[in-house]
Each structure stands twice: as structure tokens, then as C-alpha cells.
């Protein structure tokens, strides 16, 4: 049930710390006959500017598109539901190589084969594949992308208003963890006007996303408690249009307008609560050697920064939500808006048909993506093209020709990615977007010489602290990171009831 702080119970078994979709499943994934819960929100019910500015840290070179720091605050949202707010919806697992190439993801495996199972129940997804044999094609392959169904937040709200085992506090930060030995004993919560309230708990687990969970250990573990792997690796899913292609052959045109999303309801609908199943593909080349997924659309919306402002407006329903608007702003709306339907209403009068061309890049894990405090208590996001990340662009670049030569269709790649290597790197800075998978900073790993958990997602050190959160990727993969993130989540519950 929703608490104020006068019902906060003296003891927990256990406290999570952040309702946003791994909070929000793991409390009614873990069994309630025998434990007591508090859940820990520090946002609102509905998005609320001053809130979210709790969440502000700074970005150092990538991360400054499409608003200066969004990367790092504006996609970071601090609300019951968190980044679920403004989520798309789009599911992936993992795939072959992600297993064959990382062993962490490769032991833990048969596990997530297992758990995605439970991943999909919970966001009402029966999951569908698309027949690669539709494309017939040697260079790429369909990747089915299923899309939640329903309103996930809706429906975990409604469960937790009635839970008597579960007690949900929002408006309320967590300020300090106090240890006796190697265990968290209590935690202090402070609500907005600066109230505290100390709760003695069992357990502590922290799921307060990417950089948030990073934020907390760093600020509130004793020093001789900070892993020297915390906040490095950050990780996150490059994107960006690199060009257009003209394609002819009915049959592919035929697919990509059965199976690909379209501009507007990706955008706009996100948040319906509709029920029925809704898939889609993006593809996927069979070249091992470059790591990407591609999507194609008819608009040019990935290059609009007001576009995705503008989505970022409406599933928040505050105006400022990225920043202020200004004049100028509106006008490129307008100008993007009027673009997007007239790429629209021309291809649907002449055969060729035109698309966008969108790379989702992976990156591999690299120290010198990180996440520190500096000396003023600001929280740093330090998050770089590497050199590993242009090698796979131009290889991705190569193999895009390769594929839409196979097509017999014409690619014109944006004539940026043809300049040198100054040049482009200078460019991919500025227009390099993220999309909110912040995910590497507590990675997991088989020792504390290389990972912050292990696992179990149990920190190494501290015996009753776990993370639940996309920071304990050892790698991103090319897959979006909700799916594999509710599957590590329904692991973890199936080991706290066992317990």
C-alpha cells in the first residue's frame, strides 16, 4: 500500500530502492506470505520538473544530443516508473554471441532462457518470430523486436495500492547507509521537506537504474567499501542515421512495410493501453564482425531533435521535460513535422520507396566510460567514442553496401561519413544519440578484481546488498536491455524466496 512516513515501519526484511520497472517487478515477484517490503521512490506519481533535477549530472563529450546533458538528465527519469515512463516498449534477448563472447553471460545462460519467460509474462509479450526465409537473403536477417502490451506502470501501481505486505513511499531519498561489519544495518530516508526516518532492513537492494545506482553506493558506501571497478564501463546503445536507401523490389518493400515500426506510433502511442500483439523487425547483419541492428524508416526522425523533444513532452506531459523551449525550437518542429509527411505521402506514390537508415551500435566495455563525483559533488558522466566504436561504424558502413547491394537497391550514405577521421569523430560527438540504456557501472563478474557484484547481483563485500539494475551488465549486446534486465530480475526473486 501507498505510506506516508508516519506509517514507515521501524523494520523490513527487505528495502528496495527505486520503483522504476526492475523495482516495480521484483516487489511483486518476491513471495509476500513471509517477508515484509518497503519500496523507495524519490519521485512523484506524475513527472515533476524540480524532482527530477535530482538527477542531473553532467555529460563529458557524448550524451549532449538531442539537449545539452540529456544523456545524463533528461533521459534519466525520476518518477514511479522511471525510465519505463518514456520506453518504447521494444524487447530483445540476448543472442549467440553475447553468450559465446562474454562468459558471465554465458554461464548465467540457461538461467535467462529460463527467466525471459517470466520477463514476457509480466509485460503481457507473446513473443513472435519473423521467418528470416521471408527475406531470403545471405547478408542479414530479421531481429524480432516484441513490444510490451498494456500498462505496465498502471497495473504495478494498482497491485502495490493493495498489497499488505508491500509498503510504497514516494517524494523520498535515500541519505545514508549505516554498516556494522560487513552488513547494511539501516538506511536513512529523508522525504522533500526534510524529514528522516531510520529503517533497520536484512536486506538491501538497490534498483535505481544505470547511473543512479552508482550515484548512491559512491555517495553513501564507506570509502574502504567503494570497489575500485564502480562507476567504469559504462555502456551505452550509439544510434545513429547514417543515410537513405531507395529500394525497388516489391517483395522487400512489401516486408519492411509489414514488419517495420511505423514513425508516428513509435513516437506518439507508446504509453495506449492496448492489448493486442504488436512486433516488429529491425535487421540484423550475418557478419559476426560488426555488432549492430539496423531499423528502416520512412521519415528522417532520427536526425530531428525536436521530434524526440517533442516525445519526451507528451509521455511525460511536462513541457520542459527536456529544457526550456524556445522560439526557434518550434520553428524547427514545424519544419521536421512537415518533412516527416511529405517523405510520408511521396512514398506512397512511386515504387522506389525510400527509408532512413539507423544503426543501433554496441559498445564493448571500456574503463574510460565512467561515472564519477569530481570535487564540487557533481556527478560526472564521462562516456566517449572509442576506437573500438569507429572501427565498428566504418565496418558497419561496409557492410551496409554489402547488404543493399544484395538488395539491388541505391544507398547514399550521408556524405559526413566519408570525411576524415577528425572530421567525423568531431561530428559523431555532437550527434551521437542515446537512448537510456546506461548500463556497465556495477558490472557482475566472477571476482571483485574485475566486477562491483557477482553472480547473485550480491556486492562484493557487503553481504546483504544487492543490485538489481542494469549496471551489472558485463556487456550491452545489441539488444535492447529491459527484457534481460526482468529476466535477471525474476532470477533474483526466485533465489530470495528460496532463501
Not at 529544457?323 to 505521402?345: A, C, E, H, N
Not at 548500463?439 to 563478474?445: E, I, N, S
Not at 550480491?458 to 549486446?477: A, E, W
Request: overall charge neutral; glycine content about 4%.
Amino acid at each position: 500500500m501507498i505510506i506516508n512516513k508516519d506509517q514507515i515501519k521501524e523494520h523490513y526484511d527487505i528495502v528496495i530502492i527505486g520503483a522504476g520497472i526492475a523495482g516495480l517487478a521484483l516487489s511483486q515477484l518476491i513471495n509476500l506470505e513471509e517477508k515484509n517490503i518497503l519500496l523507495v521512490e524519490s519521485g512523484d506519481f506524475k513527472f515533476n520538473r524540480e524532482i527530477n533535477r535530482l538527477s542531473h549530472a553532467v555529460v563529458k563529450n557524448l550524451g549532449n544530443w538531442p539537449t545539452k546533458n540529456y544523456a545524463s538528465h533528461y533521459s534519466r527519469i525520476r518518477m514511479f516508473g522511471g525510465n519505463a515512463n518514456v520506453w518504447g516498449g521494444w524487447c530483445m534477448e540476448l543472442d549467440d554471441y553475447d553468450y559465446s563472447q562474454n562468459s558471465t553471460w554465458n554461464i548465467l545462460k540457461a538461467d535467462l532462457k529460463i527467466h525471459y519467460k517470466k520477463a514476457y509474462e509480466l509485460l503481457n509479450i507473446i513473443p513472435q518470430n519473423i521467418d528470416p526465409d521471408k527475406l531470403n537473403m545471405k547478408s542479414i536477417k530479421p531481429y524480432s523486436i516484441n513490444i510490451a502490451r498494456g500498462n505496465y506502470i498502471k497495473n504495478s501501481r494498482e497491485y502495490l495500492e493493495k498489497s499488505e505486505n508491500i509498503d510504497v513511499l514516494i517524494k523520498t531519498n535515500l541519505i545514508k547507509m549505516n554498516l556494522v561489519k560487513n552488513k547494511i544495518s539501516s538506511v536513512i530516508l529523508e522525504n522533500l521537506n526534510g524529514y528522516t526516518n531510520e529503517v533497520k532492513l536484512e536486506k538491501l537492494i538497490i534498483s535505481a537504474g544505470g547511473i543512479e545506482t552508482t550515484r548512491l553506493l559512491m555517495n553513501f558506501l564507506p570509502d574502504e567499501n567503494l570497489n575500485h571497478n564502480l562507476g567504469k564501463y559504462f555502456m551505452e546503445h550509439l544510434q545513429i542515421q547514417v543515410g537513405r536507401v531507395s529500394i525497388k523490389n516489391p517483395l522487400i518493400n512489401k516486408f519492411i512495410k509489414t514488419y517495420s515500426p511505423p514513425t508516428v506510433k513509435h513516437l506518439f502511442d507508446d504509453k495506449l493501453e492496448e492489448m493486442e500483439s504488436k512486433y516488429f523487425s529491425g535487421f540484423k547483419s550475418t557478419n559476426q564482425d560488426v555488432r549492430n541492428y539496423f531499423v528502416l524508416r520512412n521519415s528522417n526522425v532520427y536526425q530531428s531533435k525536436s521530434l524526440y523533444r517533442l516525445r519526451h513532452v507528451i509521455l511525460t506531459k511536462n513541457l520542459n521535460s527536456t529544457g526550456s523551449i524556445k522560439i526557434k525550437d518550434l520553428f524547427y518542429l514545424v519544419i521536421d513535422v512537415l518533412d516527416m509527411f511529405v517523405k510520408k505521402i511521396k512514398s506512397a506514390f512511386t515504387k522506389n520507396k525510400s527509408y532512413s537508415v539507423v544503426l543501433h551500435l554496441e559498445q564493448k566495455p571500456d574503463e574510460k566510460n565512467q561515472i564519477y563525483i569530481d570535487s564540487d559533488d557533481t556527478v560526472i558522466l564521462d562516456w566517449n567514442f572509442t576506437n573500438d566504436d569507429f572501427v565498428n561504424l566504418k565496418n558497419s558502413i561496409i557492410d551496409l553496401n554489402i547488404i543493399f547491394n544484395e538488395m539491388e537497391s541505391d544507398f547514399e550514405l550521408n556524405d559526413i561519413f566519408d570525411s576524415d577521421e577528425k572530421k567525423l569523430k568531431n561530428y559523431l560527438e555532437k550527434n551521437i544519440f542515446g537512448i537510456g540504456h546506461h548500463m556497465g557501472t556495477t558490472k557482475m563478474g566472477q571476482n571483485e578484481n574485475d566486477s562491483v557484484c557477482d553472480m547473485s547481483q550480491n556486492y562484493y563485500g557487503i553481504d546483504n546488498l544487492i543490485i538489481n539494475s542494469t549496471s551489472v551488465f558485463p556487456t550491452g549486446g545489441i539488444a535492447n536491455p529491459t527484457l534481460t534486465m526482468l529476466a535477471l530480475t525474476s532470477r533474483l526473486a526466485e533465489r530470495l524466496n528460496n532463501e
